[in-house]
C-alpha cells in the first residue's frame, strides 16, 4: 500500500493510492480523520491500515474527492521531519571503495561499525521540485540514492528479531551532498544539510507490501544516464542491525527517518568525478515504491 502527501488545490492532505496506480483516495474520506503523514504513522492501527488497503482495491466513485493522481501535486511524505534524518554513510561495498578513491586513501575492504551522522531537514523537498546549486558555497555537488525507513512507533532496546514491528514503511531519499564542503570541515553534517538537500518520496511503502528484509533495486540516472544501479539485499547494515543498535542507547520515537546509505556511482566515484551542474536532471529509483526527479537549479 502506497501513502502520500498531496495537493489538490488549496487544500493539502493525505491520501492512499488507488491499487492501479492512478488515483488518490483522500484518507479521511475513507474514514480516519488523520490530516498529516505524521498522524497516519503514530497513530493509526492495524485495524484502519486494514481497511485503507482494501479501499485501495475499489473504484474511485466510492470516495468524495478522489483524483486522478496526474492531475495533484505530490510533496514529500513528510514535509518537515519532527528530528534531523538519522543516515548511514559508507553501507554499501563498493561505495567505501570509491569513497576511499576520492579522498586518495586505502581501504581495507573491512566495515565492522556502522557509520552515523544526521541530516537536518528543515523542509524536504517534493517529486519535481529543485535542488539548489548553492552556487559560490558548493563546487562539486553530488547525488546519492537511497531506501529510507520510517519509525512507526517509540523503539527503545529492541532485539534485531523484533524490529520489523516498529517499522511503518519505507521511502526514497536522494541524500545529495556537497562534497567540498564536507571536505573543508572534516565532517558530514554542514555538507549534508544545505537548503533543499533532501529530496524525498513520491510515497511511503508500508512495511507489509514487500518482502523483509526488502530485497529491492535501486538507480539513479542524471540526465538519463544510468549512475547507480544496486539491490538493497547488499547493505552492510542492515535494518535490523540498525534499529537494535540505535535503540540500545537511544529511544527512536514514532516518525523518525533512517536513511540506509548509498550505493556506488555517485559523481565523486568517477575519474575525472561526474559532479552536478545547474540543470542537470536527477532521478533517485527504489523498486516497488516508485521514483523521484529533480533538477539542479
Known sequence: MKLVTYQAGQKTGVGVISADG???YPIQSIGPEYQTML????????SEKQLLAYASTQEPYSYRGAARLEEVRLLAP?????????????????????????????????????????????EATADGEGIPAHEGLVDSLDYEAELAFIIGKDARNVPPEQVKDYLFGYTILNDVSARNVQNQHNQWYFGKSLEGFCPMGPCVLTVDSVEYPPRLG??????????????????IFGIDHIVSELSSGMTLKAGTIISTGTPSGVGMGFNPPKFLKAGDEVVCEVEAIGRIRNVVK
Open 218 to 235: 535501486i538507480r539513479s540516472y542524471v540526465n538519463g544516464e544510468l549512475r547507480q544501479d544496486s539491490n538493497t539485499e547488499k547493505l
Open 78 to 122: 513528510i514535509p518537515k521531519p519532527e528530528q534531523d534524518i538519522i543516515c548511514l554513510g559508507i553501507n554499501y561495498m563498493e561505495h567505501a571503495e570509491e569513497s576511499a578513491r576520492f579522498r586518495n586513501r586505502e581501504f581495507d575492504g573491512k566495515r565492522p561499525f556502522a557509520v552515523y551522522f544526521s541530516k537536518r531537514v528543515n
Open 22 to 24: 492512478e488515483w488518490v
Open 39 to 46: 498522524e497516519v504513522v503514530k497513530q493509526m492501527s492495524e
